[in-house]
């Protein structure tokens, strides 16, 4: 190991890209949340310094290229997600309710809900 101070600091970037990458494929994005301010305090601490060796930032890019799909897959998820909740509280709206008599009834209102998942 060198004692070279971009470089550790890329290999920091490095190790929290990884586990970010990690907890995003496995769609933990609690994980991947939570590792945000330890990307961005390690990419502000490179960012300080003189460009890190070329193999590290190598290394990097194909870490931040698979980041950047991760994240885009990660959003797309969260985005049909949203979208089917959305149909869903639409089509409850449309549907007309009726009663034991065969009246129509009022519709009621949903109330809010969360929606949470752990694995």
Do not use: W
């Not at 797309?76 to 979208?83: C, F, G, N, S």
């Not at 449309?94 to 209102?109: D, F």
Request: a positive charge; hydrophobic letters at 50%; charged letters at 20%.
């Amino acid at each position: 190991m060198t004692d070279d101070p971009t470089a550790h600091l890329a290999t920091r970037l490095a190790d929290v890209l990884s586990q970010e990458n990690e907890a995003l494929a496995r769609v933990d994005y609690a994980a991947a949340v939570a590792l945000v301010p330890a990307k961005e305090a390690a990419l502000m601490a490179l960012t300080q310094g003189t460009a890190p060796p070329p193999a590290q930032l190598r290394r990097l890019t194909e870490l931040a290229t698979v980041n950047q799909c991760l994240l885009e897959r990660a959003i797309a998820v969260q985005t049909d997600v949203v979208r089917m909740v959305a149909r869903a509280c639409a089509a409850s709206r449309a549907t007309t309710h009726y009663n034991r008599t065969g009246a129509a009834s009022p519709c009621r209102r949903i109330e809010a809900f969360a929606l949470s998942a752990r694995v």
